[in-house]
């Protein structure tokens, strides 16, 4: 079955610093991955989505990376600031069902990873 | 444009009983799922669908009923509430598939 493992379950770093994270997989090949934000006590917040055809994507301070050969995608956040602490979550779409022929925007998340920016 | 909301916020059961979580969303959008989300284990499909009157089963599915009459309105059911459904239950949606999603705020599940 599919397996999305995202590096460590909290990464606390100085603010200014670039913070990355992880999202490895394993048993399938995605057509697309995303990086969402969760603030505590609330829904999930999309920030990037990257197709299996491009390497990187870019937003504001945000780059997010994928490596369909490694099966690895990288979240990075350059120029950290307190309130980017929050939970970020790796998701991926779903293996396609046999008897439906497309994965119909079904996803995947990891357990996320909790970022914590100190002044 | 309200986005995605979701009722209750906050709601306890007892073993047994039976309600509905509602989720309608007002940016006209085709693809709506439900998840479920445990400590420890990241967010889970439960049911989705791609349109009024289609409906499919995610991850885990069992023990809840979905329906989908309308655009807007996407509606879950427990049949028979059971300790193991304590959970924070989301909502989502999104124009089509593999696009981004848009979640409601959430409702959080106790079953006693």
């Known amino acids: 079955s599919q397996k999305i493992e995202q590096n460590s379950e909290a990464l606390n770093i100085q603010e200014g610093k670039t913070a990355t994270l992880t999202c490895n997989y394993t048993n399938y090949s995605p057509a697309y991955l995303q990086w969402y934000r969760q603030d505590p006590g609330r829904g999930p917040v999309f920030l990037l989505l990257i197709r299996e055809n491009e390497k990187e994507k870019r937003k504001e301070r945000l780059k997010v990376t994928f490596d369909t050969t490694l099966k690895q995608s990288l979240f990075h956040i350059t120029a950290s600031q307190p309130a980017d602490s929050a939970t970020y979550l790796c998701?991926?779409?779903?293996?396609?069902?046999?008897?439906?022929?497309?994965?119909?925007?079904?996803?995947?998340f990891g357990r996320g990873t909790q970022l914590t920016v100190w002044p | 444009n309200a986005g995605v909301t979701q009722t209750p916020k906050f709601q306890v059961l007892k073993t047994g009983q039976s309600m509905t979580l509602q989720c309608a969303q007002d940016m006209n959008h085709e693809y709506m799922s439900w998840y479920r989300q445990d400590p420890g284990m990241g967010l889970r499909l439960i049911h989705y669908s791609v349109g009024a009157g289609i409906t499919d089963q995610g991850e885990v599915p069992n023990g809840y009923n979905v329906s989908r009459s309308t655009t807007e309105d996407f509606p879950l059911r427990l049949l028979s509430a059971a300790p193991s459904q304590t959970s924070v239950y989301f909502c989502a949606s999104s124009y089509q598939g593999g696009i981004e999603q848009y979640f409601g705020p959430g409702t959080r599940l106790t079953v006693t």
């Open positions: 998701a991926l779409d779903m293996p396609p069902r046999a008897d439906r022929g497309s994965t119909l925007g079904r996803l995947y």
